[in-house]
């Protein structure tokens, strides 16, 4: 389980996460939604403690962000949209890599190895080095670096993108076999068609700030809109528009906004 209570993080006259309180089961997806610059990587790293809160903390599986940071490095797994390869390291040789430094050894860690070159379709590319992959590849192998360990909880930033569709397949159906054995998993995605997939619940963040939370059926009936796409930009659009500072501009958004939500 992942509880955030009123997260803040400011960068110098910015503030990027405003106050954010949620809630992540174990059992189910969670799904943090918003625009470029809504503040989603920025939530996701401080549940990870790669960042520093500047107020207000969060637990995720117990364990406090700001004074349990080892334990909490331990119970979850982190996938970051730029993470970056070791070019003259195998991918298989990656995982045993992070493997050892999360205290898998021996014929535990290879297994978990095996599993993951499997699960992920790495066969073909598993033993070579990571220089010269294309962006598909070296995605599956931080996607399998981020699950070596066995998490109990996964953040997923933006988890599918740069993969092609056996690969993509492949990793919700690794989502959803999380899910089943009782984990809690949080992904960060601008993929409307993989929120219905995948998430049982979801926040809709903007400027840093929560605007509406709840299972993709009823903030889809909450915006009485026939489709989440089209709930986001009800929910995100106007908020958005309110904040150009050029009423000319906000006047054109707007009737732009609305013809389009007609059409749909």
Known sequence: MVEAEGLVKRFKRVTAVDGLSFTARGGEVFGLLGPNGAGKTTTLRLLATVLE???????VNGYDIRTEKAKVRAALGLLVEDAGLYRKVS????????????????AELERRVDYLIDALGMAAFADRDTEGFSRGMKRRVVMGITLIHDPQVVI????????????TRAVRDMIRQFR??????????????????????????????????????????????????????????????????????????????RRWLRRR
């Open 53 to 59: 809160p500047t107020a207000g903390t969060a637990r």
């Open 91 to 106: 991918a298989r040789d990656h995982l045993r890599y992070f493997g050892r430094l999360h205290g898998v050894n021996g």
């Open 156 to 167: 997923l930033d933006e988890p599918t993108i740069g993969l092609d569709v056996v690969s």
């Open 180 to 257: 089943d054995v009782g984990r809690c998993v949080i992904i960060s995605t601008h993929l409307m068609d993989e929120v219905q997939r995948l998430c049982d619940r979801v926040a809709i963040i903007h400027n840093g700030r929560i605007l509406a939370q709840g299972t993709p059926d009823a903030l889809t009936a909450q915006a009485g809109a026939p489709d989440l796409e089209t709930a986001f930009v009800k929910i995100v659009g106007e908020e958005a528009l309110l904040e150009t500072g050029d009423p000319p501009r906000q006047g054109r958004l707007r009737r732009g906004l």
